[in-house]
């Protein structure tokens, strides 16, 4: 009698086997960089005195200085959650609140030591700024961000100079200022100011008395904007009530 073989055993999928191996690079590449950015994966807000002065840091204002609500971003050029609040959420910021005359947005540098390519950016972003087009050059910059950025190059002087062409600016003003790093001593006033303020990474934003230290949805955004607005509204007739009695 002849014995029934048994089957050979099943072979795995290799797609499926690739495809749990991407998932654990994507997870371990969020967590180095949860690391290298010195927070903590864990969403925070941290009460501050907003009457504190900031340092003569001025960064980039979008709006009304006057704005009832004074919002300040402190980023990395070369963060991609930085990038990704810039190009998904912030374009909703600018246009239903920026606009409108809610708030101001103020963008500083705050440069992350394990980003190799981000002070040139943040110095290719500054000297847009002197030709009056920061802000082109800032979505540039996040919308060519896998051009640039450490992972992609060491010399990323080409592709800043070719996005300074394509926002329109005059390409050897620009040039000149890059190579001189004109304006180093704005960026490292940003970069004591953010210190000053205890920023742990980027992106973080302060919306009133609140120091919000990760990314955030359109929606979560305008909650802390709404609490923010609410609070100088009821500051308001305190104020009005003090200088009447001057």
Not at 65 to 75: F, I
Not at 104 to 122: D, E, F, G, K, V
Not at 128 to 148: L, R, S, T, V
């Amino acid at each position: 009698m002849v014995k029934k073989q048994a089957p050979p055993p099943k072979r795995g999928n290799p797609k499926a086997f690739y495809l749990v191996l991407a998932a654990v690079a994507v997870i371990g590449a969020y967590f180095l960089y949860m690391q290298t950015r010195g927070g903590s994966s864990a969403a925070s807000a941290t009460t501050i005195d907003p009457n504190v002065p900031l340092p003569k840091a001025e960064g980039y204002l979008l709006g009304n200085a006057d704005a009832p609500v004074q919002v300040v971003e402190y980023a990395d050029f070369e963060c991609p959650v930085c990038a990704y609040f810039a190009t998904i959420t912030e374009p909703d910021i600018r246009k239903r609140l920026v606009e409108s005359g809610q708030i101001s947005l103020r963008y500083m540098h705050y440069h992350i030591a394990s980003h190799p390519n981000t002070w040139q950016a943040s110095m290719a972003a500054a000297c847009a700024n002197e030709q009056g087009k920061f802000w082109e050059m800032h979505d540039a910059i996040y919308n060519a961000q896998d051009k640039w950025a450490g992972i992609a190059t060491r010399k990323p002087k080409g592709v800043l100079k070719d996005l300074a062409g394509q926002v329109g600016l005059n390409v050897s003003q620009w040039e000149t200022c890059f190579d001189t790093q004109k304006y180093q001593p704005q960026l490292l006033a940003s970069q004591q100011d953010a210190e000053k303020r205890q920023v742990r990474g980027t992106p973080t934003f302060i919306i009133g008395s609140k120091m919000i230290d990760h990314n955030m949805s359109y929606d979560q955004f305008k909650a802390y904007v709404d609490t923010a607005m609410a609070s100088a509204k009821a500051a308001a007739p305190n104020d009005s009530a003090a200088k009447k009695g001057t």
